[in-house]
């Protein structure tokens, strides 16, 4: 019996010992507990089943033990009474263990029970919390969703967006997906109250969407729209900056424009921005080559066909959408004298509606050039 007993443990000591482990946890956060308590049952039930079969060989011997008292009971009332001990406490000493032991499997059972009630308990608290964070996440994105498809829409809804942001800023303030929309939002407001004839509000919301854009820069480094939009307001300030300003700012624009495209290589608008920023420093003055000059020892330089490499990039990306785009791609034939190329796409660029503030813009500056066309 003791033999069968140590076997007993040895095989069964690493499913005992690993009992303490944690549930595991899979995918979508949901807490994967039906396979563990199948196999515990079925080692619960093997272990019953052998506490069981001991339990019968113990008794086997005790009658054994009771038989040999009757044939012999001068040899069993001689060690019970110098010791004291009782039958049972006969057989222990003499098999070296007691039926304490089995109780014990008894115990762990119980305790095994336990443990796996209260861990699945844990486990579905642990559930119904990833289910709300889940649900905050869904509401969050179902937000930001609803946000951003006004941010394509008419002035009316652009201010709606700029309206839902700010009447949810104490739930999503340290949120960087929050704040760089905010700053799109209060860019985007900017503009339309300057289509007003509102400047100081325009400024002032220039600035502040400045302010919010480089907030969320700080927030997250890894976020490509944090980077582009506070390129966006950066250079937006640039009407109210001096030359030198500009020029400084111009140099960090550029450096968040490629960092955007680094991070997000398929957004459009981030190689149609560092194709404003080349298109920029191509048409600079001499007055601010010479201010350039003097800030840098090496001032930028760039050309008509490199800004020209990265609209036509953005194009790709986002075919015979997007007015203002095309708008640059003719403006870069007319730079390269192309005129038979600068008439297609400006005909292009005509033909999408006009929807936005920038929409408008971009439809005078076509008109203005459509005397440049050839047939």
């Given at each position: 019996?003791s033999?069968?007993?140590?076997?007993?443990?040895?095989?069964?000591s690493?499913?005992l010992g690993?009992?303490?482990m944690?549930?595991?946890v899979?995918?979508g956060?949901?807490?994967i507990?039906?396979r563990?308590?199948?196999?515990?049952?079925t080692?619960?039930r093997?272990?019953?089943?052998?506490?069981?079969?001991?339990?019968?060989e113990?008794?086997?011997l005790k009658?054994?033990?009771?038989?040999?008292r009757?044939?012999?009971p001068?040899?069993?009332?001689?060690t019970a009474?110098?010791?004291g001990e009782t039958d049972?406490?006969?057989?222990e000493?003499?098999?070296?263990?007691?039926?304490?032991e089995f109780?014990?499997?008894?115990?762990l059972?119980?305790?095994?029970?336990t443990?796996?009630?209260?861990k699945?308990?844990?486990g579905?608290?642990e559930?119904t919390k990833?289910?709300?964070?889940?649900?905050?996440d869904?509401?969050s994105?179902?937000?930001?969703?609803s946000?951003?498809?006004l941010?394509?829409g008419?002035?009316e809804?652009k201010i709606?967006a700029?309206?839902?942001?700010q009447?949810?800023?104490?739930k999503f303030e340290?949120d960087?997906?929050?704040?760089w929309r905010?700053?799109?939002?209060?860019y985007?407001l900017s503009q339309?109250e300057?289509?007003?004839?509102?400047l100081e509000?325009?400024?002032k919301?220039v600035?502040a969407s400045k302010d919010l854009?480089?907030?969320?820069?700080a927030m997250?480094e890894?976020c490509a729209?944090a980077?582009k939009w506070?390129a966006?307001t950066l250079?937006?300030?640039?009407?109210?900056?001096?030359?030198?300003e500009?020029i400084?700012n111009?140099?960090v624009?550029?450096?968040?424009i490629?960092?955007?495209?680094q991070?997000?290589?398929?957004d459009?608008s981030?190689?149609?921005?560092l194709?404003?920023?080349?298109?920029?420093v191509?048409?600079?003055?001499?007055i601010?080559?010479?201010?350039?000059?003097?800030?840098?020892?090496?001032?930028?330089?760039s050309t008509a066909q490199e800004?020209?490499t990265?609209f036509?990039?953005?194009d790709?990306?986002?075919?015979?959408?997007w007015k203002?785009?095309?708008?640059?791609?003719?403006k870069c034939?007319?730079?390269m004298s192309?005129?038979k190329?600068?008439?297609?796409w400006?005909?292009?660029?005509a033909?999408?509606p006009?929807?936005?503030?920038d929409d408008?813009?971009?439809?005078e500056?076509?008109q203005s050039l459509m005397?440049?066309?050839v047939k």
């Open positions: 019996l033999l069968k007993m140590s076997t007993f443990l040895r095989h069964n690493l499913f690993g009992l303490g944690g549930l595991l899979g995918v956060g949901s807490v507990y039906f563990l308590t199948t196999n515990v049952d080692e619960l093997l272990i019953s089943e052998s506490i069981s079969s001991l339990r019968r113990v008794e086997e009658e054994k033990i009771a038989t040999r009757r044939r012999s001068a040899l069993y009332s001689g009474s110098s010791s049972d406490e006969a057989y000493d003499a098999y070296g263990g007691s039926d304490y109780h014990n499997f008894h115990d059972q119980t305790e095994i029970h443990q796996m009630n209260a699945i308990g844990r579905e608290q559930e990833d289910d709300n964070d889940s649900k905050d869904n509401d994105v179902n937000f930001f969703s946000v951003d498809k941010f394509d008419t002035d809804e709606k700029y309206e839902m942001l009447n949810n800023r104490d340290g960087v997906e929050y704040c905010l700053a799109k939002s209060t985007q339309i300057g289509s007003r004839g509102e509000k325009k400024k919301l600035y854009s480089q907030k969320a820069v997250d890894k729209n980077h506070f966006i250079g937006s300030i640039g009407d109210y900056e001096s030359t030198q500009k400084k111009g140099y624009f550029k450096e968040h490629e960092r955007a495209i991070l997000n290589p398929k459009p981030n190689h149609h921005l194709g404003r920023w080349c298109y920029g191509y048409m600079l003055s001499w601010e080559r010479k201010a350039a000059a003097t800030l840098f020892a090496t001032p930028p330089t800004a020209l990265h036509l990039e953005a790709r990306l986002n075919p015979g959408k203002e785009n095309l708008l640059y791609v003719a034939y007319y730079q192309q005129y190329e600068m008439t297609e400006l005909d292009k660029a033909a999408i006009v929807v936005s503030q408008k813009t971009a439809e500056e076509i005397k440049y066309r």
